[in-house]
């Protein structure tokens, strides 16, 4: 079977589809990936075909504020109405276009694409080609017990919470989403494709053949209605060769184990320029701890850090191997990346989670409702906010438990298979 990845160039998007296209490489199936030029060289140590993006924008985590430099001064609502808009929508022809093109190239059975670039309507009507959806974030489907996206809200537990969270996907449907989906209606109307009423980010859900969930279930708030199409698979990790360090691990040797706790932070990889929304918050907030303190800065601002942070405990690197480090870690302080949340819960890590844009804070209400982390519910927490969070984790020993129990439930399944035989079922479809 030949089979075309789709995904946005942001790593929080593509690297947890790598480990699913390798193993149906293994399984014998021909892959090819529609992505950015940036993963060039990635897919070609992955002996992966790639498509680069011809008409699209190649919208990267590192060049969305030179792209559009407006974006720097807008927070809240209107951040994520201008992504909606810019990063997401405005591609989706694009996307398509290019996509007819690889076609010819490659004439694929099945497609599996990033929820993020909302071409399933377009791909799946247009080319008859069956559409594997591939969510890397929460679960995107409304539903009447689930509540709207962006504002980190919890499932209501009484009519007046029923009532503002009413009101509130209100706000977010027409408001907040507003140019974003009159840009998708707009192109699909282009081709002849009339879209239902409906919110824009259950799209990629009601045109699929199939859908990827990653993260576990119980990571989700509980749904009035159980899709069939979506599979939750667990935690995709990014695809390494035997052998092999992980992405983005810094290779400069070992940690020190001789202190009683590890504290882990990050500011992420999309978010992270202004380290004085959580990183300085974090490090004053621990960093006289008696606890090992390891920084993760995605690559802005190291140096600068380890000059400020002198202390023997506290340890500042571009990039760590978060699955070699989270089997010694005993809080993660994070502002909310899906990615890194499941990879901690993966390992039985609780979190303490600060962070609101990108949708971080619907990823950290999920986190709070499960009861494995603490959620202070802000981009810029205090310094005694998180330090009263971390010491609350690390003695109450019952967050450490329910992030046990949910490791459970991670090492019971094996995400790239429970993936892979997904797209499997959706091209024998087709092919059958």
């Known amino acids: 079977m030949k089979i075309l990845f789709a995904s946005q160039a942001i790593d929080g998007h593509f690297n947890p589809m790598t480990g699913v296209a390798m193993r149906l490489n293994d399984r014998g199936h021909e892959v090819a990936w529609y992505t950015g030029p940036v993963y060039a060289d990635r897919l070609s140590g992955m002996g992966i075909q790639q498509f680069p993006f011809r008409r699209a924008i190649e919208h990267r985590a590192d060049n969305l504020n030179e792209l559009y430099p407006e974006r720097a001064k807008l927070k809240g609502p209107r951040a994520i109405g201008f992504d909606g808009e810019k990063i997401f929508a405005s591609n989706v022809s694009h996307f398509f276009e290019d996509i007819r093109e690889v076609a010819q ?253 990108e949708g971080k804070s619907d990823v950290n209400a999920r986190v709070e409702y499960s009861g494995v982390g603490i959620n202070l519910r802000t981009e810029s927490p205090k310094p005694a906010d998180i330090a009263a969070a971390v010491r609350q984790v690390l003695t109450d020993p019952g967050w450490k438990s329910r992030a046990r129990k949910m490791q459970e439930q991670f090492e019971g399944e094996d995400p790239a298979e429970a993936a892979a035989a997904v797209v499997e079922g959706a091209g024998s479809r087709t092919l059958g």
């Open 105 to 357: 190239e490659y004439p694929f059975d099945v497609a599996v694409v990033d929820s993020s670039m909302f071409i399933h309507r377009l791909v799946s009507h247009l080319m008859g080609m069956p559409v594997v959806n591939f969510v890397a974030i929460p679960n995107m489907e409304s539903d009447s017990q689930v509540p709207p996206l962006f504002f980190g809200f919890r499932p209501p537990r009484t009519p007046v919470e029923k009532a503002v969270q009413g009101l509130a996907g209100l706000l977010s449907d027409k408001v907040i989403l507003r140019a974003a989906s009159q840009s998708y209606r707009r192109q699909h109307a282009a081709y002849g494709q009339a879209v239902p009423r409906g919110r824009l980010t259950d799209e990629p859900y009601r045109c699929s053949d199939a859908i990827i969930q990653t993260g576990p279930e119980s990571l989700d708030f509980p749904r009035r209605r159980v899709n069939p199409k979506v599979h939750y698979v667990g935690a995709l990790l990014p695809y390494r060769a035997a052998g092999q360090a992980g992405t983005g691990s810094s290779g400069d040797g070992e940690f020190p184990r001789s202190y009683p706790a590890t504290l882990v932070v990050t500011q992420g990889t999309v978010d992270n320029l202004d380290q004085d929304k959580l990183i300085v918050p974090a490090l004053e907030a621990v960093k006289d701890m008696d606890a090992l303190v390891i920084v993760a800065t995605g690559g802005h601002g190291t140096e600068a850090l380890k000059a400020r942070y002198a202390q023997p405990n506290v340890v500042v690197r571009d990039y760590v191997d978060f699955a070699e480090v989270f089997d010694f870690t005993d809080v993660f302080i994070t502002n909310g990346g899906f990615g890194g949340v499941q990879l901690s819960l993966s390992k039985g890590v609780p979190l303490v989670v600060s962070g609101i844009n």
